[in-house]
């Protein structure tokens, strides 16, 4: 199976549309359509991490699917020994788009607005530090 059927496999399982991929990834529709029918190359390893991040994928992962990189060989079979890190996760995202438990308590829309308000102001000071 090629890299295309794979990646398109993989969207199916996650029970996600083109249009949702789409939009949980920032690559477009068109583009994801145009890669799941083959007419486009290997995406670069950039739209991969894109990718990886709307299907909440590992980046190696999708890496090695589109040959940039190689399986571990049995000799390296620590699970999830790759060459690259994990693809960090957008933490925005992951709040607005989960359902989360804190001490046995369901976190309300509100709950989750409060935290993304708490982690923005905890982190505003050194954002503008280093602009």
Known sequence: MNFYDQLRDMRKLKGFTIRELADRSGVSAAY???????????????????????????????????????????????????AYTKAPINLRRFLRENDFIFDGMELTEQDKEWIERMLTALFWKQKHESE
């Open 32 to 82: 994801i359509s145009q890669l799941e029918n083959g007419n486009r190359g290997v995406p670069s390893p950039d739209v991969l991490m894109k990718l990886s991040e709307g299907l909440n994928t590992p980046y190696p992962d999708l890496m090695q699917l589109a040959g940039y990189m190689e399986k571990p060989s049995d000799s390296d079979a620590r699970p999830g020994s790759y």
